[in-house]
């Protein structure tokens, strides 16, 4: 739309607000800088940080057990039951039932967890994208196969297989477990791509290429792929979110890595030790509020990119 | 074409029955993958941890003819599909001769019951506190408060169970720490009996609603933002109609629809989320029963408990499945 | 400014209606003072472009306007009741008793999981109260025999109706408590040709039979010529011509509204399509004076400066245009006319 030679005078209505009356929105307006994805990818970096480098300044050592003197509590408190027992520096988390030291547990169990979520979250996706293609774009029997067979696999609920699993194969890394957990991980992301691909498929830029000869696969790539980043973006992070719930869920069952500190792991050991009874809520607690703030973080950056792709979300929340 | 068809029954059944036979293949190909006898493994897993097994060898010569484990593979496969048509578990290895349906029967009712109650609250609350984020006449304050109370959405539900364990239970002893009814009590249809359900209870539904209501809530927001764009709201607008009336008829009845579908799909993770809560709390439901097989490598118990598990989600889902086109009249099921 | 029709009295007047839209950039003028009246029994077309505000207009008469939409100013009097400044409650009681809303019901406007006989019978209970269920199905039964639906769309969903179909459904609602007052915004714009001609009888048979005053809006001309009494031509917000239709096709005297009617394809002669290219202007900062100025094949000097004032150049044709100027005893001339026009 042409301007044209307008002056600078705004119109003589008062009722009218122009731009600068508004405030200056222009360059900060692009909805990338949401506040809940910064603030989301804030917390998570932080965290990961924080399990990085703690390694520099925290003996790593001290979450094996019999490291450390047995149960005591966070720098600063004392505990009465079985004996007077008061926190020091040298834990200032506190250390739980076989003397390991919790602060080096969740500097080891922090950046565990995430490898679990990201490791199991591309290895679904990966095959997700595979699947949700193939599905989209080749159609016919194909699709009607793995339609079916992701809806069957979205209904079982993954926990319950994944226990009869673990409890078969015990011993493992967190490889393994996070690859076990991808097993449960691909029919979200097939039917996203799926339904993503089918919308695409019979779009202008895709008609075109077809035209020109373009082969399938190029056309896949070249074309459609671009496309699908934003929701790729969102779903990876959806999916390392469920993966992560996933893991902690075999972990406080005790079918978690053994020999490996774990979050979810710790906190097996604190019901197995009575900690509630105990009241030594520091071995359970301290755990379940990092867990916790992982998890605030991760959705936040969900919410975050759903208010990037649907906008309308956004005028209703600010 | 409104309602159900005869295909689209059919359909959903035949889904149903494969989810099942998938599952009931899988769970019974995990342990014959593992090198070796699974029995003798069993057992000479349980010896290991108890020290001596009365009769091992007569338990493990009396299981495989039982079982028929040493007939060949395809030939135990059947018997074992069979089986499972039956119910027919076998017998759980810690609790020798008890047999696996009967711990299942005894916790089953008590997680369904959990279950069914959890599941209502969460979604009832949810879409409701969603419907009303939107809705104009919703005082300021609520609208600001809501997603403070959000903020437990997605944490594990274990977490919040031992979050609300210690804080109302152990600190505060408002409510019992462990079980589903108190210890000495006989399990009747009588006044006592039910409000120590309930009581024991509460902390148990409360960590599932709270760590599940907060998805609902966002997509119920989404959902009503998107129908008040729609047109049919503002000819509703036009029309004069009561504000309650819209609401509900115009608003919340198109809005649901899409989470009635999304509902059925979480109905897995909901699942798994209240074992692990029954196993905090000790309730008598299947958590419990998982937990103290896993702990005694009770594989036949794991294997059943699981499959029933996955049996009850499937047949949640196909009702949900069969519900819908009641109420979603757009929904045509003509054959393919 | 007087509108000469002194048979007839306005049953809806119009009065500088601002509807202004916010964005992070400014206010978008849609609707940027607007005047007419509406005399009982007409039928007044309100045309325009994309964009130029009609709809706009439309739902800011109907006090339906959303936000970011706003009502900035002006006044809209039903029967001599101001409407703006009520409150929703007193709102209620006008809405679709005295003024009904035929939307474009081909698109989504039936709400999907509810009968159409449904649909009508909320309004007709909210208004009137708890009716016995025989009455309303008779009364309903006869609405749509009115409108030309068969019996059997009493219980059917709208998304088993065709576009014409939901159009009348949506007609035959909008009449089911006989308002004084019907706007039609686009009510055939979604339909294909046929469909439309059935349509538009429609409303034609259902105006005569209830003697209903109807502001219709549109954009297309040739389609307006059949339906409506009046013609009131919009560009960018701003009424520029109000005229009986005869006049406004026979000469037009507004150079947006020629343009208008020279675009109507003819059957009889061949003549070249002019394609022009729609409003030029950004809407939130529009040019002081004419509003027109930048397409007007005619601009002239004053056009920069001041806004040309609505006048009335014939027994009811009004055009806002310096092209117009009053003599002393009343009449208009064209200073085209005159030698030595820019």
């Known amino acids: 739309m042409a301007t044209a030679q307008i002056q600078e005078s705004g119109p003589s209505n008062p009722a009218v607000r122009t731009a600068k009356q508004m405030g200056r929105f222009n360059r900060w307006d692009t909805p990338w800088l949401n506040t809940k994805l910064l603030l989301g990818v804030g917390i998570i970096a932080l965290i990961l940080l924080f399990g990085i480098f703690g390694r520099l300044f925290w003996d790593t050592k001290l979450a094996l057990t019999g490291k450390s003197p047995l149960n005591l509590p966070p720098v600063g408190l004392t505990t009465t039951l079985g004996g007077k027992l008061t926190g020091t520096w040298a834990h200032p988390l506190g250390t739980e039932s076989s003397g390991r030291d919790m602060l080096a547990l969740i500097i080891v169990g922090a950046p565990n967890s995430f490898l679990i979520g990201i490791i199991a979250s591309t290895v679904g996706m990966g095959l997700g994208i595979l699947l949700g293609f193939t599905s989209g774009f080749v159609g016919g029997r194909a699709d009607d196969i793995i339609r079916l067979l992701s809806d069957v696999a979205i209904t079982i609920p993954s926990l319950l297989v994944l226990i009869v699993i673990q409890s078969l194969l015990r011993q493992v890394e967190i490889t393994t477990i996070a690859l076990l957990i991808s097993l449960f991980a691909w029919p979200t992301p097939t039917r996203l791509i799926r339904a993503q691909v089918l919308t695409m498929r019979e779009s202008g830029y895709v008609q075109m290429a077809k035209l020109s000869g373009a082969s399938t696969f190029s056309i896949m790539f070249r074309e459609i792929m671009p496309n699908l980043i934003p929701y790729l973006f969102a779903s990876f992070i959806g999916n390392a979110t469920g993966a992560i719930l996933a893991a902690v869920g075999l972990e406080t069952l005790g079918l978690g890595p053994q020999r490996i500190p774990t979050l979810g792991g710790t906190i097996y050991f604190a019901i197995q030790g009575a900690a509630l009874l105990r009241n030594m809520w520091w071995w359970w607690g301290i755990p379940t509020l990092l867990l916790a703030i992982m998890f605030v973080g991760l959705l936040l950056i969900n919410l975050g990119f759903d208010e990037i792709a649907n906008p309308r979300l956004r005028q209703s929340s600010q | 074409m409104r309602g159900i068809t005869l295909n689209y029954f059919l359909r959903r059944l035949g889904i149903f029955f494969l989810t099942i036979w998938i599952a009931g293949t899988i769970i019974w190909l995990i342990p014959h993958l593992a ?49 499972l048509v039956h119910l027919d578990f076998g017998y759980s290895m810690a609790n020798f001769p008890t047999p696996v349906s009967e711990l299942i029967n005894q916790a089953l009712p008590w997680t369904i019951g959990l279950l069914l109650i959890a599941t209502m609250i969460t979604f009832v609350l949810g879409n409701f506190l969603g419907a009303i984020m939107v809705w104009r006449r919703t005082p300021r304050m609520i609208k600001y408060l809501i997603p403070v109370g959000m903020m437990f959405t997605s944490l594990p539900s274990i977490l919040a169970a031992l979050f609300l364990a210690y804080v109302f239970s152990f600190l505060l002893n408002w409510f019992p720490l462990i079980g589903s009814y108190d210890m000495g009590m006989k399990p009747g249809l009588n006044g006592p009996f039910i409000l120590s359900v309930i009581q024991h209870g509460t902390l148990p539904a409360l960590s599932i609603v709270i760590v599940s209501f907060g998805y609902w809530t966002l997509g119920m927001r989404g959902m009503m933002i998107t129908v008040e764009g729609e047109d049919y709201m503002s000819l509703a607008r036009a029309k004069g109609l009561g504000p309650f009336y819209m609401l509900y008829r115009y608003m919340v009845r198109n809005a649901i629809l899409p989470q009635i579908t999304a509902f059925a799909i979480t109905l897995g993770t909901l699942i798994s989320g209240q074992v692990l809560v029954e196993y905090a709390f000790s309730y008598q439901g299947m958590g419990t029963v998982i937990y103290n097989a896993i702990l005694n490598q009770d594989y036949p118990v794991i294997q059943g408990t699981s499959f029933i598990l996955i049996v009850v989600t499937a047949l949640a889902v196909l009702i949900i499945d069969l519900i819908y086109p009641l109420i979603d009249p757009r929904i045509s099921y003509g054959a393919k | 400014m007087s509108q000469r029709n002194n048979q007839k009295k306005p049953i809806l007047e119009v009065r500088d209606l601002r509807v202004y839209y916010e964005t992070p950039k400014g206010d978008v003028l849609a609707v940027d003072g607007i005047d007419f009246d509406l005399y009982e029994g007409e039928t007044l077309g309100l045309v325009g472009e994309s964009g130029s505000g009609k709809s706009t207009a439309a739902m800011g008469i109907l006090q339906l306007t959303v936000p970011p939409g706003r009502i900035a100013g002006g006044q809209v009097l039903l029967e001599g009741q101001s409407l703006l400044g009520l409150s929703e409650e007193q709102l209620r009681e006008f809405r679709w008793v005295k003024l009904a809303l035929i939307p474009q019901g081909a698109m989504n406007s039936l709400n999907p999981t509810m009968r159409v006989s449904d649909q009508i019978k909320d309004v007709i209970i909210a208004h009137e109260g708890k009716t016995a269920q025989k009455e309303l199905k008779e009364r309903i039964l006869e609405l749509l025999s009115t409108v030309g639906l068969p019996g059997r769309v009493y219980d059917l969903y709208p998304h088993e109706l065709s576009g014409g179909m939901k159009q009348r459904a949506c007609i035959a609602m909008a009449i089911a408590l006989n308002p004084t007052v019907i706007v039609a915004d686009e009510a055939t714009s979604a339909l294909d040709v046929v469909v439309q001609r059935v349509v538009a009888q429609t409303m034609l048979k259902v105006k005569e039979k209830l003697g209903v005053s109807m502001i219709m809006i549109g954009h297309d001309m040739g389609l307006m010529a059949q339906m409506v009494d009046r013609i009131a031509v919009m560009y960018a917000g701003k009424i520029v011509e109000i005229a009986p239709v005869r006049d406004m096709f026979n000469d037009p005297k507004h150079p947006y509204s020629r343009l208008l009617i020279d675009s109507v394809p003819s059957l009889k002669e061949r003549k070249a399509l002019k394609i022009t290219e729609g409003i030029t202007h950004d809407p939130r900062n529009p040019p002081p004076g004419c509003i027109f100025q930048l397409r007007c094949p005619f601009v002239m000097d004053v056009c920069r400066k001041d806004a040309p004032p609505m006048q009335e150049v014939k027994p009811g044709q009004l055009v806002a245009c310096h092209l117009y100027k009053a003599n002393e005893d009343g009449s208009f001339i064209n200073v085209r006319d005159v030698v030595g026009n820019t």
């Open chain 2, 35 to 83: 090198p070796g006898d699974p029995i003798s493994a069993m057992v000479a897993r349980l010896a290991s941890r108890s020290g001596f097994v009365e009769n091992s060898a007569e338990i493990i010569q009396g299981w495989k003819e039982r079982f028929g484990l040493n007939d060949s593979l395809p030939v135990q496969y059947v018997r074992y599909l069979g089986n």
